[in-house]
């Protein structure tokens, strides 16, 4: 059951991105957000906030004409009455064409109070330093292909 609660969520968020609908994908975030990247952690603690890293995501895939977000939930880490832990796997893809090669994250999931489940941290296996994140860089120490 939690790893296609976990699949629903990232396949909702990224339909979300590549369609630019922002009140979707808003549906899916629990604020304050936590983003974590090798380099820098960010606190996402407005609606504004997270706009502003959506929109410049979203433009910036369009613009590399990505068609495709390809989030696949690898496993589930653990779970409490009211929390989902769980990694997956991401490519960005125009076609059958990577454009951002595949990289890992690490996601909590958290119940709200209206029975809905919201994304409340993200560790991203990425360099990026800056937020908004634009084009994801995933990192060079970890092979994201050994995933198994």
């Known amino acids: ?3 296609g609660i976990l699949k629903n969520h990232l396949t909702t968020m990224s339909d979300a991105i590549l369609d630019g ?16 990247t090798n380099s820098s952690t960010f ?15 979203s433009d910036m895939m369009l ?9 696949r939930a690898i496993t589930v880490t653990g779970i409490t009455n009211r929390r989902i832990f769980g990694r997956y796997a991401s490519s960005c ?10 990289y890992t994250a690490d996601i909590t999931l958290e119940l709200q109070e209206d029975l809905s489940w919201k994304t409340s941290s993200i560790d ?9 994140i634009m084009v994801p860089r995933p ?5 994201a292909y050994a995933i198994a």
């Open 93 to 102: 893809m125009k076609d059958r064409d990577e454009i951002v090669p595949l």
């Open 43 to 57: 606190w996402i603690e407005t609606e504004e906030m997270l706009e502003e890293g959506f929109d410049a995501f």
């Open 21 to 36: 609908d922002f009140e979707r994908y808003l549906s899916c975030v629990a604020l304050p957000l936590k983003v974590t």
């Open 63 to 71: 613009s590399l004409n990505v068609n495709c977000i390809a989030r």
């Open 1 to 3: 059951m939690a790893i």
């Open 139 to 143: 990192s060079e120490t970890e092979s």
């Open 124 to 132: 991203l296996q990425i360099d990026n330093r800056r937020w908004p």
